[in-house]
């Protein structure tokens, strides 16, 4: 081989190694049900959360950060960059969610007036995920913790992974071990503390290979789902600190919430101790709103007391998981890159879950696929202060009936301060409903200004029948049966 030709190899794979020790790390830390108020860092007086406190002097807060009402369909949207009615997937994955979807009455509820959709089972291998493409272009691709995106056929190793910690569905049958139902944990010792095992395996994955080339690394925590299980010395700390003046004052949960915390502040330790936080991408976010209903807390075999008080309080916001409303909805989101994005710096920005893939590929410097129909939009400009907002709108479709928030469910969007929710079926006759609210003058939703502004109902939901048919969503249909 002439000399000439070997220097040119020789060039290519050097330009090669710079290109990928330029492209950042990227972290995902991915809290379960943690509402928009369930830390210091969003103003709670309660919850001690000194890590997101640290993180957040670092990076970007966003105020107006937006998820799935429930759990699978915003994974859905971190890893497809898709909307959950795009997908047909709109509601937690259960025993009662199919592979296919369609719209057809309920055999054990023959009189409901109105005919809900199913929900998918799984997210289609077909969906080229935000793991694969990191995948694809020289990432190692780590996931540890909560999946909750299908059976065994549809784990993460079949999503991009290439190296998967374990893949847990809705929530642990008991936070210590042993535990069960958490593939890939089965050996830990009696005791232990979930939590605290999946930290240490991610410290373990950023020791061992962290250096090697780049990484994406989903750090997926059970805490803060149900079972309300927690250390019991943090739990008498809470019981003791416990108080009903606070908004938010459930000692398994403020307990829970610093296992979190602490397992944030230990992974952002061990990327100070390897020399990694400089090109680090790191993403803080919760998957839906706080649970703000009574929920024992006592599980057989576990620590705890059982408390019949509201898990937590999203307030001022209106709601909580599984919620149309804001509480149900607006979610704490954090984004560190140091260097590049200003230190302590807030946003009011609008986001949404599904903007994070889009967000990652931007900071790894790669291109998108032309077929892949992107919902999110990349948030670099707001983040590297380019640009106060890259949306305007954003929607949400959540036709589930009987709801924590209303006996019917709703579709809504966003535009501005502006949010329409409608009614499926809601109204008179079986005629949708619809509430309208401006956010920036009534965050807790408590004035529906919809019959004093029926020409801004009109255009709005006009432009939510647009993305719904632009989607393909499966609408909820009426009873024909019960029709006259």
Known sequence: MKASKVACILF??????????????????????????????YGSAFYETPSMDRLA??????????????????????????????????KAITRGSVASPSIKPNPKKPADAMIWPESR????????TIAEALQENGYQTWFLGKWHLGGRAYF??????????????????????PYQNIPGLEDAPEGEYVCDRLTQEACDLLEGSGKDKPFFMMLAHFNVHSPYQAKQELIDKYKAKSDSSYPQHHPVMGAMVQSMDESLGTILDKLDELDLTKNTLFIFMSDNGGVNWANSAKRKGSPGFEFKMPITSNSPLRGGKASFYEG???VPMIIRYPGEIASGSKTDALAHAVDLYPTVLDFAKMGRRTSHAFDGKSLKPVLFGEQASVRNDLYCHFPRVKTTASEFGGSFVREGDLKLIRLWGGGPDGQHAYELYNLSEDI???????????????????????????TGALLPARNAELMF
């Open 12 to 41: 290519f794979i050097s330009s090669l190694n710079l290109l990928a020790s330029q492209r950042p790390n990227v972290v995902l830390f991915l809290v379960d049900d943690m509402g928009w108020r369930d830390s210091s860092t």
């Open 121 to 128: 089972s799984h997210l289609p291998l077909e969906e080229h």
């Open 444 to 470: 807790g939703e408590t004035r529906n200004l919809a019959s004093e502004h029926p020409a801004v109902v009109s255009r709005l939901s006009a432009k939510l029948d647009i993305w719904l048919q632009e």
């Open 57 to 90: 002097a670092g990076g970007m807060t966003f105020t107006q950060a937006y998820a799935q009402p429930l759990c699978s369909p915003t994974r859905a949207a971190i890893m497809s960059g898709k909307y959950g009615a795009r997908l047909h997937l709109h």
């Open 156 to 177: 993460p190793e079949k999503q991009g992974f290439d190296k998967v910690i374990s893949a847990g569905g809705a929530g642990p049958r008991s936070y210590f071990a």
């Open 328 to 330: 149900g909805v607006r």
